[in-house]
């Protein structure tokens, strides 16, 4: 049995297959952890969210901001714009309700303490450990899956508070929450979120820092798989693996197999067109 991470699909859909055909992966033995952000921006959101819907057990998904931003679409808290066109055969698939409800059953966080390591799309706040994480991903999940999702939804959207603290309540905290772990990239040196700059680290300006530079992190020594930052591109750390080597725009698409003592990385050729 081997565990594979994949970085973020995007509607990606043939480079996704073809790279499960290079694993020979058999869904009856081994398992795949997908970063999130499975649709949009590629030709293919509907076939891949059919597919790894279907894959059942042996595929663990957690949600990134483009499946947020569906949801959202999907129950009319926010207007559709060509900007989202490719999520548009979603919206009118005679599957839609089931596809949308099975979407937002899925965590933010995932975590494998055999393999000590845990799942996210964006990344970690550098002062929550495991147990704080997958805890306040969990306050998230609660309303996403209960019976008011939908204001949960409407009221995700916007950058503040930008700095973490316990004492945050209500749709304030569930919001810091949501961006940290689905949006995520720098922070401040006083570790406020900042969603301004979004290229390579290395060209940020010197008060800012990836959120994985931190020297007291709470994570101590597990390993985090994320994707969200096709700029930082493939990153195979001891405790960091970052998998958006941007498929959507032609470059690659990049798997890591987590159960072996060297991961190894295993790519293939990135979506040719959008169309």
């Known amino acids: 049995m081997a565990t594979y991470a994949i970085g973020d699909l995007q509607g990606c859909y043939d480079p996704f297959r073809q790279l499960l055909d290079t694993l020979e992966f058999d869904p ?15 030709p293919k959101s509907l076939k891949t969210l059919r597919f790894v819907k279907d894959l059942g057990d042996s595929a663990i998904t957690v949600l990134g901001n483009h499946d947020l931003h569906l949801l959202a679409l999907a129950n009319d808290v926010v207007h559709f714009s060509k900007r989202f066109e490719t999520l548009e055969k979603i919206l009118n698939a005679p599957d839609r309700d089931e596809l949308i ?21 964006a990344g970690v706040h550098p002062k929550w450990s495991v147990k704080k994480t997958l805890a ?14 939908v204001d949960m939804l409407a009221r995700m959207y916007g950058n503040t508070p930008r700095k973490w603290s316990g004492r945050l309540s209500g749709y304030r905290r569930y919001r810091f929450i949501i961006n940290t772990l689905t949006r995520m990239r720098m922070l401040t040196s006083q570790m406020n979120l900042n969603f301004q700059h979004t290229g390579s680290p ?20 597990t390993r985090v798989v994320f994707g969200h930052w096709s700029a930082l591109g493939l990153v195979v750390l001891p405790n960091l693996v970052c998998l958006d080597t941007g498929c959507v725009w032609g470059r690659q698409l990049t798997a890591v197999r987590l159960d072996t003592d060297q991961p190894r990385v295993i790519q293939v050729p990135g979506q040719k067109d959008n169309l």
């Open 28 to 42: 009856d033995f081994d398992k795949l952890w997908l970063v999130g952000d499975l649709v949009n921006r590629g």
């Open 101 to 121: 409800d099975w979407l937002r059953h899925r965590p933010l966080a995932h975590y494998d303490e055999e393999l000590d390591t845990l799942l996210v799309h």
């Open 136 to 149: 306040r991903a969990a306050e998230v999940e609660a309303v996403l899956q209960g019976p008011k999702y």
């Open 202 to 221: 290395w060209r940020a300006r010197p008060n800012l820092k990836p959120w994985f530079q931190f020297d007291d992190s709470g994570l101590g020594d």
